[in-house]
């Protein structure tokens, strides 16, 4: 919507959009989320629960209407879907700017054109899960050797992703 202004204006007006936003949450999130903290009855934290999921959510639409008014990002999202609720399991997020990193004075300017977002949940094997990493060099090693195999497969999806092909859509 207001693209046609000068990037510059654009800038400016998502940053104290960003600011306002900012202003006019937290205090609340943090009221209560204080309140839930001191509140040692457990029926009084479930009933604050939706309260501050209520608050996140509707910070994240507000932040949502501002950059729909001065941003032209395009988001291709996939892979967010289930995460347990045990650590036993990290997310892989991978995230790739087409057009080459952006400045965060570039995004609120509305210059960031493009984002690729991936994420999945990968299994932490039992044996990397109970290892002492600073005592157990075997056990290090194992964990250094799957680390490097996930940054060759993350490389390899950045590669298909930047493809001009049909492959980048998956």
């Known amino acids: ?75 291709d999202v996939a892979g967010l879907g289930a995460l347990g609720d045990r650590f036993r399991a990290i997310v892989d997020r991978t995230i790739v700017y087409p057009d080459g990193p952006p400045s965060f004075w570039d995004f609120l300017q509305g210059r960031l054109r493009r984002v690729i977002v991936r994420a999945r949940v990968l299994p932490i094997a039992e044996q990397l899960r109970h290892l002492d990493y600073g005592s157990d060099p075997e056990g290090r090693a194992q964990f250094q050797a799957w680390v490097q195999q996930l940054w060759q497969e993350k490389d390899a999806l950045i590669a298909r992703l930047l493809e001009p092909t049909p492959a980048a859509a998956q």
Do not use: K
């Open 1 to 75: 919507m207001l693209h046609a202004l000068p990037p510059w204006l654009v800038g400016i007006i998502a940053g104290a959009a960003l600011v306002l936003n900012i202003l006019f949450w937290v205090p609340f999130l943090l009221f209560f989320a204080l309140l839930r903290l001191l509140l040692p009855f457990p029926a009084a934290q479930r009933r604050l629960l939706p309260v501050l999921q209520w608050i996140a959510h509707t910070w994240i639409a507000d932040n949502s209407g501002w950059m729909a008014l001065t941003q032209r990002t395009r988001w």
